[in-house]
């Protein structure tokens, strides 16, 4: 036992009570029918927004990219232009590789000892592969829910759906994605669960978002599969939503409302968590700014301008009571009117 | 180095990708679909089980309708009323409800359902359409 994860676990658990009960119970179905997706929506965007311009208006002191190969050089050792780009080009296709196959993630070593005291590096896999599913089918589930906010539904979303529904599997037909997105968030969870050392850099902020994905996906699975709901009625109220005439057709039930209240509190969740790495992969320095720290001189835009006083300017200051205090100065103030050049010229090195 | 301008632009094509919806749908009314009865279904007034559970688990029914006939071979169907029904797609629920484009495909689209039984079941058994 360990209360990150069961204070983690409680409080979805709470989440989905307050929910089902309100709705079921106390008939609140307008609050969670529309008024808190609506307002969740708005944190969303607000939050996301500020956070970003956070970020935005943080500086970039120094070029820090992670350099995984060899850098551009004059020594005719090839350049490994992917892991270690000198164009923006490269460093467009370094950041696109990054963000749709996780390479960085697939780097991911664990280190071993073979045979008593030899060391040994294996790849791990398994963090990589579920990541990649799990971000995956998050995205097709997403996409694939755009058909209750969409009217009519496009083609190309049709054409998702016949894809993902392929195996024909049951009435109605499975939907492999989601059964995939409940996988791989139940494989990431017992991950941080099982495995003594991820389980002690874990923390509640890590549990609360899995358990809440998991237990969106597990209502979500509920609905289509096992106890079914109207979907006709349900999309009334979704379009209501977005064409800004709310609508809240009666008996949907309060397992759906449940689903839309967790999705609420993950968007509302969303700026504040772990979970702007959506955003925040885009503004990654270590992966957005190119190697080419020998060739170009990187200025912190943000540098205030530093009010120099230089030994010249001070002696011409004190030159004369230097002199009376019997100070050695570099310039003899009877030469002065001949060295007048010679003494402007120092300034060109303030810049 | 002040990306300012390339991270704005990114947020607005954020935002505009998470209000597709609202964009999507401005000025349309989206009509609710309302399903035909036939002359053939009025008169019978009531469906295999209660509406509401036909609404919601019709899909849930015809596979254990299918299962039963291919696995078991049995094609009688007592409801829970005691009323007798052979199990069958297209001499059963299209008898009733042989207006397929007016009933079950309204629904269908609305909900981006595309059963694919009619790669065999006829779905017009009765000639009408
Ligand atoms: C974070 C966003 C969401 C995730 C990850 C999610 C996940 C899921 C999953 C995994 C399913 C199972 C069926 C499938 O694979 O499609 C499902 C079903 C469902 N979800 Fe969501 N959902 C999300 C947002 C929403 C929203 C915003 C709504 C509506 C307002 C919604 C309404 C439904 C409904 C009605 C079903 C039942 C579908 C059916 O019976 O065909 N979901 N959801």
Redesign the interface.
């Known amino acids: 036992m360990n209360n990150k994860y069961m204070i983690s676990f409680i409080a979805v658990f709470v989440l989905f009570f307050l929910a089902y009960l309100g709705t079921e119970a106390l008939g609140l179905d307008v609050l969670f029918g529309v008024l808190i997706p609506y307002a969740a929506l708005a944190v969303f965007i607000v939050g996301f927004v500020y956070k970003v311009m956070g970020w935005a208006r943080s500086a970039v002191p120094f070029r820090i990219p992670t350099t995984c190969g060899q850098q551009e050089n004059q020594l005719g050792f090839r350049q490994n232009t992917l892991d270690c780009p000198s164009t923006a080009g490269a460093v467009v296709l370094r950041m696109f590789l990054e963000i749709v196959t996780f390479r960085s993630l697939f780097r991911n070593t664990r280190m071993n000892f073979r045979e008593g005291h030899k060391v040994s590096y294996n790849l791990e896999i398994f963090l990589w592969l579920f990541a990649l599913i799990f971000h995956y089918a998050f995205l097709t589930v997403i996409v694939r829910h755009l058909r209750f906010f969409l009217e009519p539904v496009p083609k190309a979303l049709q054409l998702l759906e016949t894809v993902d529904s392929f195996m024909q599997i049951g009435l109605p037909v499975l939907y492999l994605s989601g059964a995939a997105l409940l996988v791989a968030a139940v494989f990431l969870l017992l991950r941080r669960i099982f495995i003594g050392n991820v389980r002690y850099i874990s923390l509640a902020s890590d549990f609360f978002p899995l358990f809440l994905i998991g237990g969106i996906a597990f209502t979500g699975i509920l609905m289509r599969y096992v106890t079914k709901v109207d979907i006709v009625s349900i999309k009334q109220l979704t379009m209501g939503l977005v064409t800004l005439h709310p609508t809240v057709p009666e008996g949907i039930g309060g397992l759906f409302y449940g689903h839309l209240f967790f999705v609420s509190i993950l968007l509302a969740y969303f700026p504040f968590s772990k979970l702007m790495h959506l955003g925040g992969i885009f503004l990654s320095p270590t992966r957005n700014l190119p190697t080419d720290t020998r060739a170009t001189r990187h200025v912190n835009p943000w540098n205030y301008p530093v009010e120099t006083h230089t030994y010249e300017e001070y002696e011409d200051e004190f030159r004369e009571k230097m002199v009376e205090a019997g100070l050695p100065v570099e310039i003899m103030p009877e030469e002065q009117p001949a060295e007048e050049a010679e003494a402007d010229s120092p300034s060109e090195e303030k810049e | 180095?002040?990306?300012?301008g390339k991270?704005?632009a990114?947020?607005a094509i954020?935002?505009a990708i998470?209000?597709?919806?609202?964009w999507?749908?401005?000025g349309?009314?989206?009509p609710?679909?309302d399903p035909k009865l036939t002359a053939k279904a009025k008169a019978a007034k009531e469906c295999v089980e209660s509406t509401?559970y036909m609404?919601?688990?019709h899909?849930?029914l015809?596979?254990v309708w299918?299962d039963t006939v291919v696995r078991d071979a049995k094609r009688v169907y007592v409801t829970e009323k005691g009323k007798e029904y052979m199990m069958s797609l297209s001499n059963t629920c299209l008898d009733c409800h042989s207006n397929k484009t007016e009933f079950c495909d309204r629904?269908h689209?609305?909900?981006?359902?595309?059963p694919?039984c009619w790669d065999c079941h006829i779905d017009n058994p009765k000639g009408e359409n």
Do not use: H, W
């Not at chain 2, 180095?1 to 300012?4: A, H, L, Q």
């Open positions: 180095m002040n990306d300012r991270i704005i990114g947020l954020f935002i998470v209000t597709l919806p609202f999507f749908n401005m349309k009314a989206a609710v679909p509401a609404r919601a688990e899909m849930q015809l596979d299918r629904c689209d609305y909900a981006s359902a595309r694919y």
